[in-house]
């Protein structure tokens, strides 16, 4: 409360004295009547008296007045010292308030950036830990992907040793130090499984479909391999290919071969079929220890798979269709007509130059018998054969022998070049009919897509590669036909050109010898002349 000034106190005096004033002017109003009707001695006593005790209240009201001004005065002074000291007071409060607010607004300027600090720090650790769990099931779905593949859960005791991921992977819970370390466990001894090579026992599941113990070897992640003993009931239910015979007598009445790993059931199947004779014998050599390599297909059975689809030639043939016969049939008259031409030129085949080394001195001695003698012994070959034609015309002149031995050559160069051109023939024939068969086999390709769609590409391809088969089988044949042709065809030229030349050779000798024997009977007459 504020304290009041002094100019209000003697306003409120002043005031005080007009009442009084009009108060007494009131009584003199009232009273006039009085003092004009009675005594005007008495009447001035009374107002005098009455004048008295106005002015002794006037006086008395006016000390009270100036008692409570006074007083009030007084009040107001102490209200007023008050006022100033609460005013001090506040204003050093104000003052502290002030100091008080300074210091809050540092300390609160402090803690937001601490809270700045600290939301910076807590989002960065909620980041790093979001990061982190991402990164653990990025890694769980990895490792499980990792089990799952493996060949290695197929032979685990834990089949589902995956199973403790799947909270991770679906974000069920955060992963907890146990769950890592028991996913670096895992992996460790994933790790060290896939580098290892180990014979061990196991549940399979044989090629006729029964779940079976084997011996098994384990190649890494890579390569499994079976060795199961063949019961005569599964012998006389199934029946046993070629493939499975060789492995039986390879391993003593044991069935050897790949399995292959599903992802799915997490078990190794049998392949369906056996592998080759060799392989099977490498495998079961490496499982006794007796071999230091091995087979193994480093796809994981990719490659492995191919075997299934592998067919022979036997195999091949009659998915070609009737076409291939003729083909096969072309095949068979070429190794007959190889087989005649082979046993031709041997039975016909003479040592030519150690012949003529015979012959010769035979010719200068004109021993005629011993070379006809020599000739027939040997007239089952080409060229003793020709030159004992010229024998008959030894007499005659140089034109008449080579005429005789030119027609003995054109007599023999028929059986020489005997079925070359069949030959010719055959190879040019093989080709054309396996086109023919793969033409044919698309045209009823192509009217199984129009009857049946193509919905399924396996019908397709299996339909084109069927009718390509005979376009196989044709340049097969074809080319080592035509191989054949040329060989022979240059090998006739060649004996054609060793008769022809050994005939002249055989007709230079005799009339080099002829001319000799002139000359020396014209010296020895023209001796004995002289």
Known sequence: MRPMPERSVS?????????????????????????FAGDMRGTHLALEEQKSRLRAKAIEELEKAR??????????????????????????????????????EKEITILKEEETALSQSLEESIAVNRELAGLLRSNAKDLENILV?????????????HD??????????????????????????EISASGEVRLDRGMIVDRQGVERVADLL????????????????????????????NSKENNSGRETGFLLYSDQSQRLFALSKLPEKNIVRNLVAYMKGEQDDVYMDISKGAAIRQ????LS????????????????????????????????????QINADKFM??????VRANRWDDCRRLLESSRKRLIPKVLLTAMDFRDQDRADMENALQEAILNEIPRIERFLSTLGMLAAIAPLLGLLGTVTGMINTFHAITSCGTGDPRMMSGGISEALVTTMLGLSVAIPVMLVHTILSRHVETEIGKIEEKSVSFVNMIFKNKNSFVVHGKKKQDGQDV
């Open 313 to 348: 030639l036997r195999e091949q043939i009659p998915k070609g269709g009737p076409i291939v016969w003729p083909i096969v049939a072309i095949l068979g008259i070429a190794l007959v007509i190889l087989v005649e031409r082979i046993i031709f030129f041997l039975r016909k």
């Open 164 to 189: 403790f991921l799947k909270p991770m992977i679906d974000q069920e819970k955060f992963p907890s130090m146990a769950d890592i370390r028991k996913m670096a466990s895992i992996l460790f001894d």
């Open 67 to 104: 008692e409570e001004a006074r007083l009030k005065a007084e009040e107001i002074r102490n209200d007023r010292n008050a006022l100033k000291n609460a005013v001090e007071k506040l204003k050093q409060e104000n003052e502290e308030l002030a100091h008080n607010n300074q210091e809050m």
């Open 307 to 310: 075997l299934t689809h592998q």
């Open 11 to 35: 306003i409120h005096f002043i005031l005080s004295v007009y009442i009084m004033l009009f108060a007494m002017l009131i009584n003199m109003f009232f009273f006039l009547p009085s003092v």
């Open 218 to 245: 384990i190649i890494g992640n890579f390569t499994a391999i079976y060795s199961i003993d063949m019961d005569k009931g599964s012998q006389n239910s199934t029946e046993i290919d070629k493939a499975s015979q």
């Open 149 to 161: 593949q493996s060949l290695q859960s197929a032979l685990s005791v834990d089949i589902n040793r």
């Open 357 to 362: 080394k015979r012959l010769e001195p035979l």
